[in-house]
């Protein structure tokens, strides 16, 4: 029988959710959770003798100690294959099921599986190294995630070719493979020439990476004189949360007046941001956009000014295309209120 | 957003926790900082001693902004 140990975060592992993203890692025996799904996708021919969850923030802030602790738990179970997620849109899980999935490939030399939704900035991180099975952006996707995840992995440890990425439904991982193609390559670059002046649907043989990197600005001359602003993705918002930001996967941003205010108090801000504890924020919001300690500055000439307003969305499954245009906007502002530098800060 | 902000010709840092996460969305300046649910604070600390720890890494991150940087950097 082929052995599975299965990783999980605090949530899916049944233990809670933001107040133990703090837990650290421990073991189940057998399966929990979407485990068991998994477990039955595998037709008999694999099973889940153990569960490691982990809190989402434990592992984010101890990467180093959670991934060994975590390694010594799947060793003792000298398993033939370790699966991880699907952690869907979560950044923090996302990022926890990439790391931990590369460092017990490496260490443990068997086959491992995970699966993400594609804007997950764990995917970035860990598809040139791992199969991620693409799921998804919620646990919806969770029936449809799981049968892929199971097939894959049971291929892997069974040491049968892996088909493309559409064959799968694993995220391309970059590598290019030798086929015999049945007709020869002058024919194919013609034919997809065609389409292209046609304006049909081709696809290309060769991909271009997409490498979306903006050089750095030149630094700040004087920051005595320059007027800051402060930008986050942490949510903090006016006590009330007066445009609704969503907790999750916002659809817009707030531009909020701090002028004369020295200091975020519990009375007067809060945090609209789901997926992560909000009691620290909602107790202090300095803690997120540091007002207070930026207006110290200001009054002692460190800075020349800190901008009237500050502008604030919730950077929680928040999509790509929609943080792209706040962040554009929100850049146009500042320029046009001769803004020279930004602060920005996530949670 | 960072890298929205970047491109439009504002030099930015990055305060947060998760600094792969940082890497991949292109920031350039990248200021770590102490947990996700508290970046620029720390409850266990006294309110002075938290304030003192916040405006250390403020400064951290307005010398990020007044430092060339070639490629992304992050300013430990």
């Known amino acids: 029988m082929i052995k599975v140990v299965h990783y999980l975060n605090q949530f899916f ?52 100690k959670a991934k060994n602790t975590i390694l010594e738990m799947v060793k003792k179970y000298e398993p033939d294959l370790f699966i991880a997620g699907p952690a869907f849109n979560a950044g923090r899980y996302g990022n926890a099921c990439g790391s931990i999935c590369k460092f ?26 791992l199969y991620i099975i693409s799921t998804k952006d919620s646990a919806a996707g969770m029936r449809d995630a799981i049968p892929k995840m199971a097939a894959l992995a049971l291929k892997l440890v069974n040491n049968q070719e892996i088909g493309s990425p559409e064959e799968e439904g694993y995220i391309e991982r970059g590598i290019r493979k030798n086929y015999f193609a049945e007709v020869r390559g002058s024919k194919r670059a013609v034919d997809m020439l065609v389409k292209k002046i046609r304006g049909e649907e081709f696809k290309t043989e060769f991909k271009m990476p997409d490498f979306d990197r903006v050089a750095p600005n030149p630094p700040v001359v004087d920051i005595t004189k320059a007027k800051i602003a402060l930008v986050t993705s942490g949510g903090i918002v006016p006590k009330g949360n007066p445009d609704k930001i969503e907790s999750s996967s916002a659809s817009k941003f707030g531009k909020y007046s701090i002028e004369g205010v020295d200091d975020l108090t519990s009375e007067t801000f809060e945090t609209a941001h789901g997926g992560y504890d909000p009691v620290y924020a909602n107790k202090d919001a300095d803690r997120v956009l540091p007002v207070d300690v930026l207006r110290e500055l200001e009054r002692e000439g460190k800075i020349g ?9 919730v950077g929680n499954g928040t999509a790509v295309a929609n943080a792209k245009k706040f962040g554009q906007q929100i850049a146009r502002e500042l320029i046009a209120d001769g803004v020279q530098a930004v602060i920005l800060t996530s949670t | 957003m960072v890298k929205e902000i970047e491109r439009a010709g504002l030099p930015v840092v990055h305060m947060c926790t998760i600094v792969p996460i940082s890497k991949t969305v292109g920031a350039n300046r990248i200021v770590p900082t102490v947990a996700i649910p508290h970046p620029l604070g720390n409850p266990s600390l006294s309110h002075e001693d938290e304030k003192l720890l916040r405006r250390k890494l403020v400064e951290k991150a307005l010398k990020a902004l007044q430092t060339p940087v070639e490629e992304q950097t992050v300013f430990e």
Do not use: R, W
Not at chain 1, 20 to 38: R, S, T
Not at chain 1, 305 to 313: F, P, S
């Open chain 1, 305 to 313: 000014e800190l901008h009237k307003y500050y502008y604030a969305t």
């Open chain 1, 13 to 64: 592992g049944q233990i809670g959710g933001e107040e133990k993203a703090h837990i650290e890692p421990f073991v189940k025996e057998g399966f929990v959770g979407p485990g068991m799904a998994l477990n039955a996708a595998f037709k008999g021919q694999a099973q889940i003798v153990a569960t490691v969850i982990c809190g989402d923030s434990y592992f984010a802030e101890n990467e180093e």
């Open chain 1, 104 to 129: 017990v490939k490496e260490n443990l030399n068997i086959p491992v599986v995970t699966g993400m939704y594609i804007e997950n900035p764990g995917v970035d991180l860990y598809k040139k190294d």
